[in-house]
């Protein structure tokens, strides 16, 4: 009689959700987390905007959507930004569009919509779904200049506070490539804006190490194939276009896969470089792909791609009546949810993917190796 053979991908798949699992649980390690960093400094986009967007755009939008608490944030509840300052015994980070506030510990300068290339870049390629204000990276480098000026006084002041700070520098690219996709360029198109994204964030990077920045998280980009606003926007009839173990539309996901790859090798690079910093990739992508694998191993009773809050569809979410606007609900249990808005994340994976990140297997090095391991040395 022929053996029976268990699929290898099978095995491993498994075996790595269970390893996840048990990092997120924190049974990976009993200690408790060193309280290393006097502040954390915060870029990027709505994955990480405290509210920002709300703050900037008061009374200039028509039908701002309404944000559950905590304040303005794309989210049912706290972000893995959140989650990173309240393990390493920081304040939540005030938005840095908040003026008078005390930045000492820390400021967030990432915003809904935000790129990693200028919004020139897209003007000028004839690409207009937008922001009617600029926030891309250059744009919140230079508030962080102007934060600086309010924390320290010398430039070796501002070095040694920077030098003991954690700087999380991203996600970014996402919304670069997704105002591509509504220009409609091809798939070969947008993929040729991927080196240009990752240039840009490897000199915003370096511009924070020449700041005396030690620490940087740098978050690569989610599963775009997997968030239920790109399964609603670019439905296809064609079935091979769809991942089979996930649901996930596969040209989205081949741009996050390919960006992320040329992110990790040029952070490599940019780490022999700068042997003195410690730069982090942190992984937004495996995660989110293991819910849509096997949501039920992680206690999400319906998966990666329907949103809790929508206005109805194959994937609850209507861009005319989006999460925060007339038309749409609320499910009653959010933590069963991977996707909050059918674009954003519920607390609950985003308190897993914080833990992942500090402790492993979906950061590289895991944070707390990095804190660490500057302490023995």
Known sequence: ????????????????????????????????????????????????????????????????????????????????IDFLAEAFGLPLLPPSANKGVNFTQGANFAVMGATALDLKYFKD???????????????????????????????????????????????????????AWKAEWSLEKVKEMVPEVVSAMVRGIEALLDEGARHVVVPGNLPAGCIPITLTMYPSEDRSQYDPRTGCLKKYNSVALYHNAMLRIALDQLQRRRPESRI??????????????????????????????????????????????????????????????????????????????LKGPYAHPPIASVVRDDMVY
């Open 125 to 179: 390629n004839n690409v207009w779904s937008i922001p009617p204000f600029n926030t891309s990276m250059s744009v919140q480098l230079e508030w962080f200049q102007e934060v600086k000026s309010t924390i320290c006084n010398s430039t070796q002041e501002c070095r040694e506070l920077f030098g003991k700070a954690l700087f999380v520098f991203g996600e970014f690219g996402g919304n670069d490539y997704s105002f």
């Open 1 to 80: 009689m022929m053996a029976r053979h268990r699929s290898p991908f099978l095995g491993s798949a498994l075996l790595l959700a269970l390893v996840s699992l048990l990092a997120a649980a924190g049974v990976t390690s009993s200690e408790p987390l060193p309280q290393y960093y006097n502040a954390i400094f915060s870029f990027g986009d709505s994955f990480s905007d405290t509210g920002n967007f709300v703050i900037i755009n008061s009374g200039k939008l028509p039908n701002m959507p309404k944000f559950p608490p905590p304040y303005a944030r794309c989210s049912n509840g706290r972000l893995v």
């Open 280 to 357: 982090i990739y942190a992984d937004y992508y495996t995660p989110y792909i293991q819910f849509a694998r096997t949501p039920q191993l992680y206690g999400y009773k319906r998966g990666a791609l329907r949103a809790c809050c929508g206005g109805g569809g194959p994937y609850n979410y209507n861009m005319s009546a989006s999460c925060g606007l007339p038309g749409a609900t609320t499910c009653d249990d959010p933590d069963a949810h991977v996707s909050w808005d059918g674009i954003h994340l519920t607390e609950a994976p985003y308190r897993f993917i914080a833990n992942t990140w």
